[in-house]
């Protein structure tokens, strides 16, 4: 069973507009991760946050992480075309194994 | 080389058949993983290795699912007596090292299994 959950489940922007998506989960972390899946294409790894850190920047990516309320989330900002994509949250709970949760299909229009 | 790859790529096959999924992880990668992924969900963990031992195998759904890495690099996932309900992609993942908390997993391009 799937324990991240995503919100919205779908995302329709404009380019040059901000995307956020959200994760929730229920257990206790030692890190999240955010993924993204290109059609056709495999999952490519975009941040990780530790479970004592609350934000983090990669270039327009943001991610925060709130512990208490066990959720997180990701913004792209100044979108584009090409950020057209699925995206997932994955949780590691110590155990090596990801726990991914059920997406976030976002799409840009030119 | 340069990234995790899987072969095939696409797999169709009939119901009742045995089926071998390949994976070679990244050179040097002690951790692999292998995932499971339905149509519009997030890929499901099957189980993993850490150098040529199976670790985890908690995942997967029934004795037909085996994993080996007998020299701790390229592994194989098969499953026997394929049912339509074990059509999915298959996806494998690489990592560095071994249970570090920041240790990204690197995915490879997956094989769609499709069971007529």
């Known amino acids: ?110 | 080389g340069a990234g995790v790859s899987q072969s095939p790529r696409y797999k169709v096959t009939k119901r009742g058949q045995d089926v071998a999924l390949r994976c070679d992880p990244i050179s040097g990668h002690v951790s692999l993983y292998w995932y499971r992924q339905a149509l519009g969900q997030g890929p499901e963990f099957l189980t993993y290795f850490n150098y040529e031992a199976q670790q985890d195998k908690s995942g997967l759904p029934n004795d037909r699912f085996s994993a080996e890495r007998p020299e701790g690099s390229i592994s194989t996932l098969t499953i026997q007596r394929t049912e339509q309900r074990d059509s999915a992609m298959y996806r494998c993942a690489s990592s560095l090292a071994v249970a570090r908390v920041t240790d990204t997993q690197y995915f490879g391009p997956g094989t769609r299994l499709t069971v007529l």
């Not at chain 1, 990701?74 to 990801?98: E, W």
Request: aromatic share 6%; charged share 20%.
């Open chain 1, 1 to 110: 069973s799937q324990q991240g959950e995503e919100d919205p489940q779908a995302l329709s922007i404009q380019e040059g507009e901000n995307a956020t998506m959200n994760c929730s989960y229920k257990t206790s972390i030692n890190n999240l991760q955010w993924y993204r899946q290109n059609s056709g294409r495999g999952l490519v790894h975009l941040i990780l946050i530790r479970s004592n850190e609350r934000e983090k920047h990669s270039g327009r990516l943001r991610v925060t992480l709130d512990t208490s309320k066990k959720s997180s989330s990701l913004l792209i900002t100044a979108s584009r075309a090409a950020d057209t994509a699925s995206y997932f949250c994955a949780i590691n709970t110590g155990f090596q194994k990801l726990v991914f949760g059920t997406g976030t299909r976002l799409l840009v229009s030119p």
